[in-house]
């Protein structure tokens, strides 16, 4: 494999992805974006020219889509609406991209006889009681919870009905919450890191009993790239890091490591149809694939974030009034 079309690469795990592609590979990259308000082109700043291709456009787009899939080995689609709460204000992008996108990327990949791999997420099998020791693993059946969720199952199910009625060559991976650099700060932790950093205290939806299942941006790449190179056509892996914790843990440690009092928060309005808990089994990966996350340990994990979102303000700071802004109208 020497070339890669990663859709959604100026976006929090697409341009994770794209850095570690880059210190990890030989290979070439082309990077397929839109630039909604959620990618952001300084997220590939530095890399090298030779080896990054940046593309601005659309992945419903039919004809720029087939164009680039033709110029590459494989396409690994990361390019998607991404925040359950925006699906919840308004669904309609999510439908487009995360479905039509799915299909358009999807036919050009079995035109031209390409490998996909389909970046997914836990949240197709909805959620898990608090008090229960199950986990997702690949036979947990679908049952989505919000608009997004939903359309990330109906995008898998599209790749399963292509590998099977096609004999597309894709591999589907469903992966836990991410945290690391470059993540929106609409999103969970970076909210709360750049709320403090603002003298601002952080919000916990509801009672912030809801657990999700941590694992760093670098340990989801590291399991894609060994998909990619030893999956088997047609399987889904799980990538997980056992990184279970709810969110009032979370932003106690947060406050914790910036120095700040364990209960400097405030609860506010629930989200709506809110999953309790996501948890990963990750076994199959372990095994089949010899993955294994890098970043065993979430507080230093999230200590090395924070350091990065003190550090990166000019990353950040454009999109913070906008956003905070958007949670007041909601209550949240
Ligand atoms: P993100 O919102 O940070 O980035 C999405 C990127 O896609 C942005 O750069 C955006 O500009 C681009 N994009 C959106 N619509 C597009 C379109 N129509 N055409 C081209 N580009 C478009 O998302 P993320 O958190 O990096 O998530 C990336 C992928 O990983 C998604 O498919 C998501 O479902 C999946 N995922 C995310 C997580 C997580 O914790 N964030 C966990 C598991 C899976
Ligand atoms: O599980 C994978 C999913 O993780 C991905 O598919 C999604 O793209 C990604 O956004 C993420 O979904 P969540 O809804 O779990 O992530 P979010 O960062 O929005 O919220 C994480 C948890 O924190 C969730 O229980 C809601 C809660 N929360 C969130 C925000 C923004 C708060 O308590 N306060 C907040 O301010």
């Known amino acids: 494999m020497q070339r890669i079309l990663v859709t ?24 397929l974006d839109k630039l909604t308000y959620a990618g952001n082109l300084a997220s590939l700043a530095g890399l090298p020219a030779d080896r990054v291709e940046f593309v601005r456009g659309d992945v419903c787009d039919a004809a720029l889509v087939d164009a680039l899939v033709a110029r590459v080995d494989a396409v690994v689609h990361y390019a998607a609406e991404s925040h359950n709460d925006n699906s919840l204000t308004d669904p309609s992008p999510f439908l487009q991209t995360n479905l039509v996108g799915t299909y358009t990327l999807i036919e050009a990949a079995r035109r031209h006889g390409r490998r996909y791999h389909h970046i997914s997420t836990d949240e197709v099998y909805g959620d898990l009681a608090l008090d229960e020791a199950a986990r997702f693993t690949e036979d947990t059946p679908y049952n989505p919870s919000s608009p997004y969720s939903s359309t990330k199952a ?14 597309l060559a894709a591999t589907i991976s469903n992966c836990s919450n991410n945290y690391g650099p470059y993540q929106h700060v609409e999103k969970f932790i970076p909210r709360q890191i750049t709320n403090v950093l603002d003298g601002v205290r952080p919000k916990l939806y509801g009672a912030g009993a809801n657990v999700r299942d941590w694992i760093h941006a670098n ?21 997980g890091a056992d990184g ?44 089949e694939l010899g993955w294994a996350p890098a970043y065993a340990d979430f507080e230093s994990g999230l200590a090395a974030t924070i350091d990065w979102y003190r550090g990166h303000e000019g990353w950040w700071r454009p999109q913070k009034a906008a956003t905070e802004a958007q949670y007041a109208g909601l209550g949240r």
């Open 244 to 287: 279970e914790r709810n969110n009032r843990d979370v932003v106690e440690l947060i406050l914790a490591l910036m120095g700040e009092p364990a209960d400097a928060y405030d609860l506010v309005a629930d989200r709506p149809g809110h999953d309790l808990r996501y948890a990963i089994d990750s076994t199959k990966l372990r095994t």
């Open 154 to 167: 109906g995008s898998d199910l599209l790749v399963r009905a292509w590998v099977r009625s096609f004999g």
């Open 8 to 31: 959604g690469g100026a976006g929090f795990i697409g341009s994770n992805f794209v850095h570690y592609v880059m210190e990890h590979t030989g290979f070439r990259v082309v990077v």
């Open 219 to 239: 340990d989801h790449s590291a399991a894609v790239l060994a998909i990619l190179a030893d999956g088997v056509v047609g399987e889904t892996y799980l990538i």
